[in-house]
């Protein structure tokens, strides 16, 4: 196997842990802001040393509760300020956090609470509380559960006032690098979440790689409303606390566009699906808009595509383009760029594959989109393309001390380094399957890297199709491409591994339709009756045979059916993340699926 890494290799930390960069800063940057939080007056700025303060009081509270060191501690909420102190104070106490996304069902909750003996839960809502509740009388190890909202930390703080600072201290400092941080539980495209051990020296890897990538400056600010439940969130937070940067946090869907205005950030990461939906929002406004703003949009568009393929290849573009893209981007990029806050510098997306078709429409309008790479089982942050080195197409160049690999049988991508998890919690034979005897992680994915060491992922392994004829198809990146030509599709699911065909599932956009419904004359009518409407099946008709003359025969799509909802969290037939679960789907539908092959040639 050939193998690559970054010319600079970063060895483990052999010293210190996750705390140690809270008493730093507060230490060296007490005065300066770390986080921005919701108030009922605006975004409230909290310093570098109030933090410090505020986990060092809860953590009291959680020694004087009786949390032992190791102990786990599960969390469950959406991304606020309050899910980040109760992080750091876990760690304070010597104890392990255990993340739990806000939207698991109470089977979900039990399983994770059970698997990881968690021995207290800090829960957002009464809601989240009450799924706790209804799970334990099965629950033997769980002593406390505490919540947000009925002033859960206020009464850590009390609880813990008595705790001497020297106790703390001791506690604080005890874990080493190979001590357990936290027991992620993967959100799992199939099958029951896995405990994911990712130690202190992961995280500590992990932030120290993003410096390295001096990208992200002390004086920047960030808005995160990822969910701190998964990996890409909680990187983001290692990388903060070892750069300085701000971050204001909510986690609360709908305040993502009224935050942005008001945070103006540098920099915000996000998964594709929300890429997918603003490009929607901003080409069917124009769209709606007709006449000569639509003109002008479809003018700046092709512009700023030609400027942007100048800027690929390293150059500015100049002359006769360089004044067409000034005049495009005073018309239509600046005022894009507003709607983030204007002071944007770069995004970040993760989590699930990036069109480059996004992302070279946010880069027309001045907005790079750097994707990345990784696993939950990596650390989150493997690869990341960077604002002076990007490929679109590609989840760019290692993060310093990232090793990579590609199995010579099949193309799948293997990675090493400090960032790799210590394993699976109770699953030694899981673990074995996973990781090579000398420590490689087995991705899953299957990859391609050029000359220059960028990374393109192709498909993931277990998502591949071998059609009956023995040709190979990549599901995702077709339904990348439909999902483009057509802005009213949510999801599409490309079905045929072991069939003499490929068919497709797609499910129309609650959100979007009404828009193709008023142009069409049919706004009286409910989402139910919309996507059995005959124009409508036309509509996705030309979109499919749009998609099909770029195919390959054998990849094309031969039939296809309109789903009858969405697939969203709560069906199950999506992670917490966005990423689609193919098999939940397809078991869902396999009716549907049968029909279309019954009586074709095998």
Known sequence: MREYSTPATMEPPSSGNLTDDVVTNARDHGAEEVFGRPGPDGWQGVTAATFHDEVRAVAK??????????????????????????????WFAGAVTVPVYETSSSEQV?????????????????????????????????????????????????????????????????????DLATLIYTSGTTGRPKGVELTHSCWVFEGEGIESLNFLK???????????????????????????????????????????????????????????????????????????????FQWAMAVGLEASRVKQKGQEPGGLLGLKYAIADKLVFSKVRAAFGGNLKAFISGSAPLSRDIAEFFHAAGLLIME?????????????????????????????????????????????????????????????ETLTEDGWLRTGDIGEIDAEGFLKITDRKKDLIKTSGGKY???????????????????????????????MLVAISREEIPK??????????????LIEHPKLKEQVEQSVAQLNAGLASY?????????????????????????????AVEKAYNEVLDGFYKGALA
Not at 516 to 529: H, P
Request: charge should be neutral; aromatic fraction near 8%; hydrophobic fraction near 40%.
């Open 218 to 296: 002390p004086d920047f600010r960030q808005f995160l409303w990822l969910p701190l439940s998964h990996s890409f969130g909680s990187v983001l937070l290692a990388g903060q606390l070892k750069i300085g940067f701000c971050t204001a946090i909510d986690g609360r869907i709908e305040r993502i566009v009224p935050n942005l205005a008001a945070t103006k950030p540098d920099f915000v990461a996000a998964v594709p699906r929300i890429f997918e939906k603003v490009y929607n929002k901003i080409v069917g406004g124009a769209r709606e808009a007709g006449g000569m703003k639509w003109k002008i």
């Open 473 to 503: 198809v990549a599901p995702t990146a077709i339904e990348g491409k439909f999902k483009l030509i057509n802005p009213y599709v949510a999801q599409a699911v490309v079905h045929g591994d072991r069939r003499n065909f490929c068919s």
């Open 516 to 529: 193709w419904a008023e142009s069409n004359g049919l706004s009286g009518l409910s989402y139910e009756q």
């Open 372 to 432: 990345g790479y990784g696993l939950t089982e990596s650390s989150a942050a493997s690869f990341v393309n960077r604002p002076d080195r990007y490929k679109f197409g590609t989840v760019g160049l290692p993060v310093t001390g990232v090793q990579v690999k590609l199995d010579p049988a099949d193309g799948e991508i293997l990675l090493g380094g400090p960032g790799i998890m210590r394993g699976y919690y109770k699953l030694p034979e899981v673990t074995a």
């Open 61 to 90: 509270g959680l020694i004087a509760a009786g949390i032992e060191v190791g102990d786990r501690v599960a969390l469950i909420s959406k991304t606020r300020y309050e899910w980040t102190l109760l992080d750091y104070a876990i």
């Open 110 to 178: 039990q399983w994770i609470l059970e698997d990881s003996g968690a021995r207290a839960v800090v829960a957002e809502t009464p809601e989240h509380v009450a799924r706790v509740t209804e799970v334990r009388g099965a629950l033997t190890e769980l002593n406390h559960v505490w919540s947000f909202t009925d002033n859960g930390v206020d009464i850590l703080v009390r609880l813990g006032q008595d705790i001497a600072e020297e106790e703390l201290e001791s506690r604080r400092t005890a874990a080493g690098p190979g």
């Open 555 to 583: 990849e094309s799509i031969k039939k296809w059916a309109i789903l009858p909802i969405e697939p969203s969290v709560e069906n199950g037939q999506l992670t917490p993340s966005l990423k689609l679960k193919r098999k």
